[in-house]
């Protein structure tokens, strides 16, 4: 077994919900290993973040959680 491997993301993307600041939830619908370990992973819309406290919170929990590592 392979050790793992920091994600890694090419390029800037394409913006999937056009030009917004608000964070969106998401869940994983799908995914599937192809290759050599590259993941595909099939994102849903799961609704609207309740409130600006909740985003907050979420984003200093993110830190934590960064700092951590």
Known sequence: MSSPRPA???????????????????????????????????????GEVANREAREGDNRSAIRADRRC
């Open 8 to 46: 890694v993301v090419l390029g800037s993307g394409k913006r999937l919900f056009g030009d917004t600041t608000d964070k969106k939830r998401l869940r994983l619908a799908d995914s599937k290993t192809v290759g050599d370990g590259i993941t595909i992973l099939i994102f849903q819309r799961a």
